[in-house]
């Protein structure tokens, strides 16, 4: 089993008299052999300030950023509490999120070693036979998240009356959730006389009131700034208007060196329709929210990890615990409503000594938001430029160029080569402009007619006198643009038109965009983005223009698609009600219609 950085040991390091190693600490043999057995001697400064006043029966409040090795720092002197030949549930470590608590379960686990201390996580989203079945067979330490601990002592299948050891983890991020009264509920149950380490990122009243409530005289132990991530980070912001952040990102990503990234925002409708838009652009973009199972979740993490997903957009509750080495770039799509949480955020990337890379959208009424930013980090973020649509192509090109050298040295180009003097031979065409021409093609570059003539998006938006929402128009027909373009795209009111206009079940009260109906459509149906025209958008479902009719299998794989949590439900539009159109700020009906 491998530990994940965010629960690991620190870097081996060269001892020296002045540094701390793990020898020092006075945990026990085993634990100390297991500790080694890893590679391990040097402590982060959590642990060296921790590990001994929980190792003494002193109850601890730490203060540190995700990253700083704080599993560890509670995770030994747990260990060295249970007692392996008594099978009982001993420990319990309480964990806002059922990632971390796999992967604290898992550290712990690793930490144990040959001490045969069985460590077990619970959580909700999967089957309870597992987590029974562990308790059952004794398990000693119990890592879970409130809501499946509650439901397991309901049942009366968790006994905690035996536990020495209570730990909080992210305690700030726990009562943020609303889990203030189960964490009550829990500690009720576990026995006064016990030793209690609460971890915090923050120290806000509310954990401060925990801390006074269930800890007996508690060491503060706290890890300065400059200890945290935040230096492994190149950090920089950009200032993007609202309406252009999804098509930023999309370039900000194209040009990225970054093996993986993860991209944050502020709604689970949000995480859908950005991760929607992306992959419409072509990004291998996927969505985590807390309303994702855990089996997809840990799906989607293995995704990342293997290199099969790029992108990750995220809310804040759902990437806690998150760590992948291939992430190297993390941006804030929406600037996090608390400073505090910025610093997690970012703290996704730059691990364990990497180094990585942070961007952050700022609108421009936000701007006041960065003071507050590079005040809590202590640094300065750089303001960057977002690439243009010609830096994308720029760097296709130049990643395309560094395959073409490869290639070049393997042979075999003789076909090519005929091929070329042959079209040059025949066209008179230049060599040099061949070649540029079909670089432009090979990184997607059609030209100025598509970009400048191409896709000309008009939005529109109506609302009744008394300012009620009425409709929204969002016109992504092509302007000159020649095969299956506007004209043919018309739906079924034009004459000889081969689209139709179909009717989804997702509307304005759904908080839905018209990109993430794009991107729905475009990603399950098949189709270009250039096969879809008019999109208008109602209170309670939307109307798009396709081109052509869709085979009943696409409707069936576009109708099963979610957008702002809703099923599509795609079907032509029959009516009986036609769609108010918008002329000169009035709401009209289309003539020859009633309804």
């Known amino acids: 089993m491998t530990v994940v950085s965010d629960t690991a040991l620190p870097t081996p390091a060269v001892e020296s008299p002045d540094v701390p190693t793990f020898a020092t600490l006075g945990l026990p043999r085993p634990l100390l052999a297991a500790v080694e057995s890893l590679g391990f001697s040097t402590p982060t400064d959590i642990q060296a300030e921790a590990i001994p006043v929980l190792l003494s029966g002193r109850d601890v409040v730490g203060i540190a950023q995700t990253g700083t090795g704080k599993t560890a720092a509670f995770g030994l002197p747990l260990l060295a509490a249970v007692d392996p030949s008594e099978r009982s549930v001993q420990a319990l470590v309480l964990t806002p999120t059922r990632e971390l608590a796999v992967q604290v379960s898992d550290a712990i686990g690793t930490f144990a070693g040959s001490t045969g201390v069985r460590v077990l996580p619970v959580y909700g989203g999967a089957s309870y036979l597992p987590q029974l079945r562990g308790l059952r067979d004794g398990a000693q330490v119990v890592v879970g998240t409130p809501g499946r601990v509650m439901d397991l002592l309901e049942r009366g299948s968790l006994d905690l009356s035996g536990v020495g050891f209570f730990v909080l983890d992210e305690a700030d991020e726990m009562l ?21 380490a609460l971890f915090s990122a923050t120290m806000p009243a509310s954990i401060r009131r925990v801390a006074d409530t ?56 949000a995480v859908e329709d950005v991760a929607l838009e992306l992959a419409g652009q072509g990004v291998s973009a996927a969505g985590l929210s807390g309303d994702v199972p855990q089996k997809e979740r840990e799906k989607l993490v293995e995704r990342l990890r293997s290199g099969s997903l790029d992108v990750l957009v995220a809310t804040d509750v759902a990437a806690r615990g998150l760590d992948v080495e291939r992430i190297g770039l993390v941006v804030n799509f929406d600037v996090p409503r608390e400073a505090d949480a910025y610093v997690h955020r970012i703290g996704r990337t730059g691990r364990a000594g990497r180094t990585g ?10 701007r006041g938001r960065l003071a507050q930013i590079e005040r809590l980090t202590g ?11 010609a830096d994308v192509s720029a760097h296709r090109a130049a990643r395309l160029m560094e395959r073409a050298a490869e290639r070049r040295t393997s042979g075999r180009l003789e076909l090519y080569r005929d091929l070329l003097r042959s079209h040059t031979a025949e066209t008179g065409a230049d060599l040099e402009e061949v070649a540029a021409t079909l670089l432009a093609l090979a990184v997607g570059d059609d030209g100025p007619r598509r ?6 998006a008009r939005h529109e938006e109506t609302v009744d006198q008394d300012g009620t929402f009425v409709a929204a128009r969002f016109d992504g027909s092509q302007k ?6 506007a004209a043919e795209r018309g739906g079924r009111r034009r004459s000889g038109a081969s689209g139709t206009r179909y009717r989804v079940d997702v509307g304005h009260k759904d908080g839905v ?29 939307s109307l798009v223009e396709i081109a052509g009719d869709l085979s009943p299998e696409t409707t069936a794989r576009i109708g099963a698609a979610r957008v702002a949590g809703r099923r599509l439900r795609i079907r032509p539009d029959t009516g009986p009600r036609a769609p108010r159109e918008v002329h000169n700020g009035q709401v009209r009906r289309p003539r020859g219609r009633k309804g």
Do not use: W
């Open 176 to 196: 943020r959730m609303g889990f203030a009264e189960d964490v009550e509920t829990i500690a009720a149950h576990v026995p006064a006389e016990r030793r209690t």
């Open 214 to 269: 269930h800890l007996t005289d508690p060491v503060r132990v706290a890890v300065s700034r400059s200890a945290s991530t935040t230096a492994t980070v190149h950090q920089t912001y950009a200032v993007v208007p609202f309406r252009h952040k999804v098509g930023a990102l999309a370039r900000v990503l194209a040009t990225s060196d970054a093996d993986a990234a993860i991209v944050f925002v502020r709604t689970k409708a």
């Open 357 to 366: 890379r942070a961007l952050t959208f700022l609108t421009p009424r936000e």
């Open 379 to 389: 640094s300065r973020l750089e303001e960057i430029t977002v690439p243009s649509p």
């Open 451 to 456: 970009q400048d003539d191409g896709r000309r």
């Open 480 to 485: 000159g643009a020649t095969g299956r373009g």
């Open 513 to 541: 965009q018209p990109g993430a109906i794009v991107g729905a459509i475009t990603g399950e149906g098949g189709l270009r983005g250039d096969e879809l025209g008019k999109i208008d958008i109602f209170p309670s479902f």
